[in-house]
T-cell receptor, first 112, second 109 residues
């Protein structure tokens, strides 16, 4: 069982919808991450939060908006997504940056 | 940019066989990580390596940090059906986790 919990597991949304992905960990980790994974490809980093502050944004379009309300929670707000944004979105955490990361099971996102 | 080349891309083996896969980098690393991803799930950390020449085991899995610090190997002994999945190496000593291209393993009974 993963110690990083992501909800929802599946999400289908239209291009005009607004939705949020949620990630939670209770391991006391101070670094949290969002990745995007397309089929048969490795995960690609989107954002890094370190001590609740955004430290890396990999030139992600503004229709993806991350938020870290506290050290246990990480959200990804979605607005006006495109069909090519359909993918598996993975959250990960580590004690601090540059330590091994532990992943959740992801949210499978489909954009209609 | 940083590239990790992982080989082979895919493997089809019979249950009970041993498996070997490797990962090479164009630059020197200080940390190698090996993950396994099952369909519909997130990657699971298998082994972390921190020192050149280090050999670490986790059950039937053994991984080594190459002496040149530019490569790593993962071996699976006596494969079983639940070993099926995608195995990723990754560079773990930067703020960004950089993944290899993955090795897809199929095990036939």
């Amino acid at each position: 069982d993963t110690e990083v919990t992501q909800t929802p597991k599946h999400l289908v949304m239209g291009m005009t919808n607004k939705k949020s992905l949620k990630c939670e960990q209770h391991m006391g980790h101070r670094a949290m991450y969002w990745y995007k994974q397309k089929a048969k490809k490795p995960p690609e980093l989107m954002f890094v939060y370190s001590y609740e502050k955004l430290s890396i944004n990999e030139s992600v379009p503004s229709r993806f908006s991350p938020e870290c309300p506290n050290s246990s929670l990480l959200n990804l707000h979605l607005h006006a997504l495109q069909p090519e944004d359909s993918a598996l979105y993975l959250c990960a955490s580590s004690q601090v940056v540059r330590q091994p990361q532990h992943f959740g099971d992801g949210t499978r996102l489909s954009i209609l | 940019g940083q590239q990790l080349n992982q080989s082979p891309q895919s493997m089809f083996i019979q249950e009970g066989e041993d498996v070997s896969m490797n990962c090479t980098s164009s630059s020197i690393f200080n940390t190698w990580l090996w993950y396994k991803q099952d369909p519909g799930e997130g990657p699971v950390l298998l082994i972390a390596l921190y020192k050149a020449g280090e050999l670490t085991s986790n059950g039937r899995l053994t991984a080594q940090f190459g002496i040149t610090r530019k490569d790593s190997f993962l071996n699976i002994s006596a494969s079983i059906p639940s070993d099926v999945g995608i195995y990723f190496c990754a560079r773990g000593d930067t703020d960004k986790l950089i993944f290899g291209t993955g090795t897809r393993l199929q095990v036939f009974p």
